[in-house]
């Protein structure tokens, strides 16, 4: 029996294509049931269509404020059965709302060693540090930016030489292998218990 979990996304898609094709493979035991994203012409979008995967997009200017959009997307989810929330470049603090109806699963990846670098930008700030080594960090999302109880954590190093671009593409690259292998593990936990 496969976990069914939604991702909820912003952009481009990279770490949703990575989960996808690790549900293909069956290196991820898991159903995506539904892609969310709060931006129109988010290229996500497409590839969860392309996919068959339902879809919902929503503006949150939209509603009333933050509880009313969660309590449509919480709806979403109960409706599909959602188990787990992944975010994977989803640009939005998660509420009370969503928090409590989904405690320790909500999971988000970010692109730096946390604590350093939270929020946005996380790359372009290491840059600007200067540092010589970032890395990805998967962790549960609580009510902060970036400050949830972290789960797994891989570094890798950066040279000045690196442009955004290149440091950019080493991150996704540690990303697209690291997320879909954390997901699973927390899975077969849930399952054990």
Same mark, same amino acid.
């Given at each position: 029996?496969?976990?069914?979990?939604?991702?909820?996304?912003?952009?481009?898609?990279?770490?949703?294509?990575?989960?996808?094709?690790?549900?293909?493979?069956?290196?991820?035991?898991?159903?995506?049931?539904?892609?969310? *994203?709060?931006?129109?012409?988010?290229?996500?979008?497409?590839?969860?269509?392309?996919?068959?995967?339902?879809?919902?997009?929503?503006?949150?200017?939209?509603?009333?404020?933050?509880?009313?959009?969660?309590?449509?997307?919480?709806?979403?989810?109960?409706?599909?059965?959602?188990e787990w929330i992944i975010l994977a470049g989803y640009m939005r603090l998660i509420g *009370?709302?969503?928090?409590?109806?989904?405690?320790?699963?909500?999971?988000?990846?970010?692109?730096?060693?946390?604590?350093?670098?939270?929020?946005?930008?996380?790359?372009?700030?290491?840059?600007?540090?200067?540092?010589?080594?970032?890395?990805?960090?998967?962790?549960?999302?609580?009510?902060?930016? !970036?400050?949830?109880?972290?789960?797994?954590?891989?570094?890798? *190093?950066?040279?000045?030489? !690196?442009?955004?671009?290149?440091?950019?593409?080493?991150?996704?690259?540690?990303?697209?292998?690291?997320?879909?292998?954390?997901?699973? *593990?927390?899975?077969?936990?849930?399952?054990?218990?």
């Amino acid at each position: 029996m496969s976990n069914k979990i939604a991702v909820f996304a912003s952009g481009t898609g990279s770490n949703f294509d990575a989960i996808m094709e690790a549900c293909d493979k069956g290196t991820l035991n898991a159903d995506v049931t539904l892609l969310v *994203s709060d931006k129109i012409n988010a290229a996500v979008i497409e590839k969860a269509q392309k996919r068959n995967v339902d879809t919902v997009v929503f503006n949150p200017k939209s509603f009333e404020n933050k509880a009313e959009f969660e309590k449509a997307l919480l709806a979403d989810c109960q409706a599909r059965d959602v188990e787990w929330i992944i975010l994977a470049g989803y640009m939005r603090l998660i509420g *009370s709302t969503l928090l409590e109806a989904y405690p320790k699963r909500i999971i988000n990846i970010h692109p730096s060693l946390l604590p350093a670098f939270p929020g946005k930008d996380a790359i372009g700030q290491a840059i600007d540090k200067k540092v010589k080594v970032t890395g990805v960090t998967v962790h549960f999302v609580d009510d902060g930016m !970036d400050t949830g109880p972290i789960i797994a954590q891989e570094a890798l *190093s950066i040279s000045e030489e !690196d442009t955004k671009d290149e440091v950019r593409r080493k991150i996704q690259a540690v990303e697209h292998q690291l997320y879909p292998q954390v997901i699973q *593990s927390l899975l077969i936990k849930e399952e054990a218990k």
